[in-house]
């Protein structure tokens, strides 16, 4: 017998990587790993470490696959995407692997996309939940935000190698706990407001507590994470926060849903004095602004405090913009609240003086 849903249910859903490995030393099965998709790899290394990363990548797919080996140009934009699709193709990849920050990791998840091919996610920093889903930010060559494009399917696999990452500056864990945090407000919104999320459905409830759990990891962890990384040990602290910081924030955001934080980043990415500040240094400005426009006092304090401690901006001149000027804080907030942008998901109708109200507030 046919049995009829009732109307008023949506049809919800959540999706992952297709698999997830974490721990001191990961670097060492990048190669056998890689190896289960073929026999040749496309491998993008970030500009930035192409030099540090190199040899040790190389070194780990020695003798279990081909690997070429490429420099990432720096943004994740179509001229490079198109790049690497272009030295994939003629290498004769069967998968490609991106290794390094997150708009590395963009460009050669977009690549796959292009080629129809599987993909590795090795990342070198927890600075972003960029690793775990299935989108890319995609960026104008002059680092403005141009869109996001979603991918047909999440990385077929996450390598994380948390002793490399604590090889990096706190200062990209801290901006992970940023981006992290602003998971569980974003996420609440839209279960409140019954906006779509990345699979253009409402989240099931895993995806909101899992939200849940990525914000009360960092609370309770994120400051003695910081201090392992500091004194480069990959601690159980470490651990935690950077797997809240990657996977349980990329299942967050990507099944919960997006709203005023990440909007607000958009806002200030329009913004040349925020151009030398990490992803999540500016989302978290765009977590405590979404709490002003709430009206969440009390919390709006509890999350400054905790922003202080963990090295996380709370005023705008700590993301460069010293001269927060009405002009610019317009730029800002009409980027934010152009027709169809996520601040919309937002359980109340949010507009560009309102945004301009809260952000002041942050001088």
Known sequence: MLVRAAE????????????????PGSIA???AEAASYGSKAAILLDNGIFDLLVEPVTEACNGKIEALGIRHGGE??????????????????DVIIGAGGGKALDTAKAAARDLDLPVIIFPTIAASDAPCSALAVIYNDDGTVAYDTFLPRNPDLVLVDTALITQAPARFLAAGIGDALATFYEADSCR???ARNCMTMPGISIAHEIARLCR???FAHGAQALAEC????????????????????GIGFESGGVAAAHAIH???????????????????????????????EDE??????????????????????ADASDEKLAIVARRSCRPGEIIHNEPMPVTEDMVVAALKTLI
């Open 230 to 249: 500091d004194a480069n040990t990959a601690g159980p602290a470490l651990e935690r926060v950077v797997e809240a910081n990657i996977l349980l924030s």
């Open 192 to 194: 409140r407001s019954g």
């Open 300 to 321: 709006f304090e509890r999350v400054r405090a905790f922003c202080a401690k963990v090295r996380l901006p709370v005023r705008l001149a700590d993301i460069g913009i």
């Open 8 to 23: 008023a249910v949506a049809t919800r859903g959540a999706r992952f990587p297709g698999r997830y490995i974490q721990g």
């Open 266 to 296: 958009h806002g200030l990415c329009e913004l040349e004095d925020v151009h030398h500040h990490l992803h999540g240094e500016k989302v978290a400005i765009g977590v405590l602004a979404g709490l002003k426009l709430h009206g969440l």
């Open 29 to 31: 099965n990048l190669g």
């Open 76 to 93: 994740c934009s179509e001229s490079q995407i198109a790049a690497l699709v272009e030295a994939a193709r003629k290498s004769g990849a």
């Open 216 to 218: 009360d990891t960092i």
